[in-house]
């Protein structure tokens, strides 16, 4: 299946590890020009970035700073001149997991958590929304986690910040989608087999590959899959929907 992706310019946030770096390398392997941003981790996006090869850029992204939306598009248009496909992956965990009760959270934290994985993927998606406007064409995939609709204890204030996501895309499907073919969807992922993980998969996989339709958990190329397809031109029907990609749990 031609996904009608070559040509197009894609900025993948949180590219530099775990399922940010399997989407990159899948909207690459359609012949997509990929952004591919990090926060910390400079050397392994431009790892990632040679993997892909000369259609990557490696680009700055911080989803606590307000300035850092601003400057990743305006760098992805000077590199590409467009702005096709925005794909928020990135992710600040927080105190997530953490072992005291959400309520004794400190405000910095619980507040830094929700601004950082809300409001910093809703402002990137409001400076790409423009340029998809002037294009009619856009399409964008924000990735979320069964945090948000299966609950975790310590995880109050990051479930909080990705269904907030929810609400925001089916919205922006309807603003978006008058404007042209502008697509929104989230993709909410399950625990997940990465690179990055594999000490956590070996210590607590089988206890949520147990409850799993296929016995397993799914491997980060699994999961870049759909979001690949969703951010393409061959999806041009689903949109303001949430797709539980977690193995059937």
């Known amino acids: 299946m031609d996904l009608g992706l070559t040509g197009r310019t894609v900025i993948v946030t949180g590219a530099s590890g775990g399922i940010g770096r399997h989407i990159a390398q899948g909207f690459a392997a359609e012949g997509a020009n990929v952004v591919v941003t990090f926060r910390n981790t400079r050397d392994q996006a431009e790892q990632v970035a040679k993997e892909i ?60 958590t929700l601004r950082a994985n809300a409001e910093g993927a809703i402002r990137l998606s409001r400076a790409v929304a423009p340029v998809m406007r002037e294009q009619r064409w856009g399409r964008l995939v924000h990735v979320s986690s069964s945090i948000a609709t299966d609950g975790m ?26 404007d042209g073919d502008i697509l ?3 993709v909410m992922p399950g625990f997940t087999r990465t690179e990055t993980n594999v000490e956590m998969a070996e210590a607590y996989g089988a206890q949520f590959a147990a409850t799993a339709a296929i016995g397993r958990l799914l491997d980060a190329p699994e999961v870049a899959g759909p979001i690949v397809y969703l951010g393409s031109a061959a999806n041009t029907g689903i949109t303001g929907q949430v797709i539980s990609v977690t193995g059937g749990t």
């Not at 606590?64 to 965990?93: H, M």
């Not at 204890?153 to 008058?178: D, P, Q």
């Open 53 to 112: 090869g000369d259609k990557a850029l490696v680009a700055h992204f911080d989803l606590g700073d307000p300035e850092s939306s601003q400057a990743l598009v305006a760098a992805t248009l000077e590199w590409s001149g467009r702005i096709d496909v925005l794909i928020n992956n990135a992710v600040d965990w927080g105190s997530t997991g953490s072992e005291k009760p959400f309520e004794d959270a400190p405000d910095s934290d619980w507040l830094g």
């Open 153 to 178: 204890a310590g995880g109050e204030y990051y479930g909080a910040a990705k269904a907030a996501l929810h609400g925001f895309s089916r919205s922006v499907s309807f603003s978006l989608g008058r």
């Open 184 to 186: 929104s969807n989230v």
